[in-house]
């Protein structure tokens, strides 16, 4: 199984928009790996930035 780093475009195990991980750190509640990503939303111009943190196991890589 490929490891998601910083940097890697990723999406949620249950589907959503493609977000780039910029940080991957432990949150201080229970330890587990948790990646910060950042994606873009058009609803009209001009996109929208958003953000994010997700569980490191509800992200899988994408292309």
Avoid: N, Y
């Avoid at 949620?12 to 950042?38: F, N, Q, Y």
């Avoid at 994606?39 to 994408?62: H, I, R």
């Amino acid at each position: 199984m490929d490891q998601i780093k910083v940097g890697d475009v990723v999406v949620l195990k249950s589907g959503g928009p493609k977000m780039t991980v910029s940080t991957i750190d432990r949150r201080a509640s229970g330890g587990e790996l948790h990646a910060w990503c950042d994606w873009f939303v058009q609803d009209k111009a001009p996109w929208k930035k958003e953000s994010g943190v997700f569980a490191l196991t509800s992200l899988k890589l994408t292309d």
